[in-house]
């Protein structure tokens, strides 16, 4: 917007104050999607929200819209729909390759390892 910096701290200002601008509701809807659509771990929704400038308060609100049971049923079938897929015959490579993509994907280290320690013997 090539405005003069008054107009546009006006036009912001106002946004703001009749809820167009909420970093809240943002931050919230965020985590719903990032989690519902593309499977992000708690990691990863907090590193993206900070990246985008989005407060800690904030972060921390959003995160809390995630019940922790739909949390771990999503993560356990993430993590064998991606261990099935895995054509690697080396044990090794294949436990690696799936926790690799699930700390990617931003989950806690402590689920990865139970989980990959689980999934493949």
């Known amino acids: 917007?090539?405005?003069?910096?008054?107009?546009?701290?006006?036009?912001?200002?106002?946004?703001?104050?009749?809820?167009?601008?909420?970093?809240?509701?943002?931050?919230?809807t965020y985590v719903r999607g990032k989690f519902r659509i593309k499977k992000w771990g708690r990691r990863r929704l907090t590193?993206?929200?900070?990246?985008?400038?989005?407060?800690?308060?904030?972060?921390?609100?959003?995160?809390?819209?995630?019940?922790?049971?739909?949390?771990?049923e999503v993560?356990?079938?993430?993590?064998?729909?991606?261990?099935k897929s895995l054509r690697e015959s080396n044990r090794n490579k294949k436990k690696k390759k799936l926790h690799d993509y699930l700390i990617y994907r931003g989950w806690e280290p402590h689920l990865v390892y139970d989980r990959v320690n689980e999934l493949i013997k």
């Open 1 to 28: 917007m090539n405005m003069i910096p008054e107009a546009r701290n006006l036009i912001i200002l106002h946004l703001m104050e009749n809820n167009f601008l909420n970093e809240e509701r943002f931050a919230k």
């Open 47 to 72: 590193l993206e929200l900070r990246k985008k400038g989005i407060s800690k308060v904030n972060v921390n609100l959003a995160l809390k819209e995630i019940e922790e049971s739909v949390y771990i």
């Open 75 to 83: 993560f356990k079938d993430l993590s064998e729909k991606k261990a």
